[in-house]
């Protein structure tokens, strides 16, 4: 019964519907690029020898309509989403632009301090390198304001799909086998296809650039808490089995800590791509330091474009030093290196 | 009534186990079920009582289907077919909801390579079956302490696992596995992973603790010696098949089939009988001529080893007794040696 299916049944199902494409896409080709007579086909081949006008799948036709079909019927729904999206934005934005800059440096100094358990090297570093991004050039200071709010936001969005996500493919198969060709695909697809999609779903600004971001940047995420959970050592995990422990507390209690190594580089892998994406962004007047080194290319200007690449670069060190130290804190928590000295009492 | 009871327990990895029982059932090898259709047998036919208190060894080499056949007990594996009982509970009718429960509140268990949660500390990790039961912190780090102390790492409740040595590492595992005080016990290949005078050691401790705790244990190895010395009854897996249930003595001196006599051929004999099943019952010696005249009493469940040296050296008889010092029988020299002979 299965080798019915798996040597007649599905083939003949691929050929049938390879067949239906090529005559759908015959008829759909204009009459001046096809034979007068579809017999003609078989007298004359010529069409063997280039790739015939007629051969010519129509798959555009039917995106654009149905990319304006969205837009007339699901236009308030992608509303919500820009406003929601703009208002998180514009919020953050304002409040830190509004700041004086020696605050801004202050709190992040704080933040990292707390962040990454009191290490003194690490939050000379981040404070040095906020210092450098305003003593660059003035402009950049309230540029990169706004890059870090758009990253921040797209950064939460993956974070707040990604991990479930990864966490629902490491326990189901199917779903896992469904969603890589997905995440593939985010990841393989050029970012202007979904930019400028985005333009006309959102707007220009920046919340189609968090929505690329997103789309960019989820995927190492999804497949690194994947990776983490399906990695756990199985006996351990067993083990909880074994004591009786419910799905919920052998997420909550085994399997997530043992993965946070691994989410952790996930996150890093998402800041990274979150912050590669913003210069792109740039391209559809995402405002933010991205527009400045497009400013330097488009001016032929090298040193300007350079001066905001590195700026981009201190940028992704200060993100990549605040969640690595934080995250190392955590495991440091989850999984001691170091001997704990003996404290017990009989 | 056992305590655990497996009835006719079939278990096929694969695809679709179900479409592949029937031909398990009518008896088709291991090897021609994989041959035909990609699938393979992990218990074939298996039907075991386990009574309350004793310790049960299930015995294989590597892929024998040990390791499977104690997941079922606790249900990590589900079977293809057939029935699991404990306490009078058929276990396959539980609902999810409940399989947590009853793994809870009834069984614990040993792994091989220890399987402890290496973010928690010493104190946490035997305190975990405890925090899945719902006890408060003070109550189950009382009880944790207590079981710490029972296995000798007084000391060490604050360390990491991996701090510890291998043998330390188990004995976390085993008082893990004691502190929710289940009746239950599961061990598969508890002490297959530590360096022979540890395992010995360990050996040792689980025999003491057991002797006072008396719980239903079920103990998972691939070493002949370590099964017949921890175990009250020896199941022998070949290919997911149980070839033989019985004691120590059963399998040594009436091997089922020639897979049992190749296993149990290289035994040191002396080690495992017992004075009770080597020795010639009154009946038997009532008959000869000449009495004994050098003779020594000896209890009937001591281990032929212990007196095998005096009576070569004296060339002396043994009188067998029991626990009141009534005589139960005697053993010479020639039942000695009848014994202790290999069989071919």
């Known amino acids: ?346 | 009534m056992p305590k655990i009871e497996l009835k006719n327990v079939f278990k096929i990895f694969g695809d679709s186990p179900q479409e592949v029982l029937p031909m398990v059932q009518k008896g088709a090898t291991k090897e021609k079920v994989l041959e035909d259709t990609g699938h393979t047998v992990g218990l074939d036919d298996v039907s075991v009582g386990i009574e309350k208190g004793e310790t049960f060894v299930c015995m294989g080499l590597s892929g024998s289907g040990k390791s499977t056949l104690i997941r079922h007990v606790n249900r990590l594996i589900d079977p293809t077919s057939g029935e699991i009982v404990v306490d009078g509970t058929n276990v396959m009718e539980l609902k999810e909801k409940d399989v947590l429960e009853f793994r809870k509140n009834h069984m614990s268990m040993v792994f091989q390579s220890f399987g402890l949660f290496p973010h928690k500390t010493v104190i946490q990790n035997v305190a975990y079956g405890l925090e899945i039961q719902g006890k408060k912190l003070e109550e189950r780090n009382e009880i944790a302490l207590n079981q710490i102390k029972a296995v000798g790492l007084n000391g060490f409740e604050y360390q990491y696992p991996g701090q510890l040595s291998g043998g330390m590492k188990q004995r976390v595992g085993l008082a893990r596995a004691l502190a929710p005080d289940n009746d239950i016990l599961l061990m598969d290949e508890a002490f297959s992973a530590l360096d022979p005078l540890i395992r010995a050691d360990m050996q040792q401790q689980l025999i003491e603790l057991q002797s006072r705790l008396k719980k239903t244990i079920v103990f998972i190895t691939h070493d002949l010696d370590e099964s017949l010395k921890l175990g009250d009854h020896i199941g022998i897996l070949n290919d997911g098949r149980l070839v033989q249930v019985g004691t120590p003595e059963d399998i040594i001196l009436k091997p089922a089939d020639d897979y049992v006599s190749a296993f149990v051929k290289d035994v040191n004999r002396a080690k495992v009988l017992r004075a009770r099943s080597v020795m010639l019952k009154p009946d038997d010696f009532n008959g000869r001529d000449n009495k004994p005249v050098d003779t020594f009493e000896v209890h009937e469940d001591v281990f032929i080893e212990e007196f095998l040296p005096r009576v070569l050296q004296d060339r002396s008889t043994v009188i067998v007794v029991d626990s009141q010092g009534n005589s139960k029988g005697q053993i010479t020299e020639k039942e000695l040696a009848n014994a202790l002979k290999k069989s071919e």
């Not at chain 1, 326990?171 to 979904?194: E, G, V």
């Open chain 1, 1 to 346: 019964m299965k080798k019915t299916i798996k040597f007649i049944v599905i083939p003949f199902a691929v050929l049938v519907s390879f067949a239906a494409l090529v005559i759908v896409s015959y008829r759909a080709a204009r009459p001046r690029y096809k034979p007068d007579n579809v017999t003609d086909l078989f007298y004359d081949l010529s069409w063997l020898s280039d790739w015939p006008k007629w051969l010519d799948f129509p798959l555009s036709f039917p995106l654009n309509s149905g990319f304006d079909w969205i837009i007339v019927n699901y236009g308030l729904f992608f509303d919500g989403i820009n406003n929601f999206l703009l208002g998180a934005y514009t919020l953050m934005k304002d409040a830190l632009v509004g700041l004086p800059w020696p605050i801004v440096i202050a709190l992040i100094i704080i933040l990292t301090y707390f962040a990454s358990g009191r290490r003194v090297g690490t939050t000379i570093l981040v404070a040095f390198c906020t210092f450098f991004i305003g003593f660059l050039s003035p402009r950049y200071w309230d540029k990169c304001i706004m890059t870090i709010c758009i990253v921040f936001i797209g950064m939460l969005l993956c974070l707040i799909v990604g991990i479930p996500v990864g966490i629902a493919m490491a326990r189901n198969k199917k779903l896992r086998s469904a969603l890589l060709p997905l995440l593939d695909l985010m990841q393989t697809i050029p970012s202007f296809c979904y930019l400028i999609p985005g333009i006309l779903l959102f707007g220009l600004g920046a919340v189609p650039a968090i929505i690329a971001i997103f789309v960019y940047a989820v995927p190492p995420l999804i497949r690194l808490t994947d990776l983490g959970i399906r990695l756990v050592d199985k006996e351990v995990v067993e083990a909880a089995e074994a004591f009786g422990a419910s799905k919920r507390q052998k997420l909550m209690g085994v399997q997530l800590p043992l993965a946070l190594p691994n989410i952790m580089q996930g996150i890093n892998q998402c800041t990274m791509m979150a912050l590669a994406m913003v210069v792109i962004a740039s391209m559809i007047g995402t405002r933010g330091i991205g527009d400045e080194v497009l400013l330097g290319l488009q001016q032929l200007n090298v040193g300007m474009a350079t001066e905001a690449g590195i700026a981009i670069v201190l940028l992704a060190i200060i993100f990549d030093r605040i969640t690595q130290s934080y995250g190392e804190r955590l495991q440091e928590k989850t999984q001691p290196k170091k001997k704990i000295p003996n404290n017990a009492k009989n």
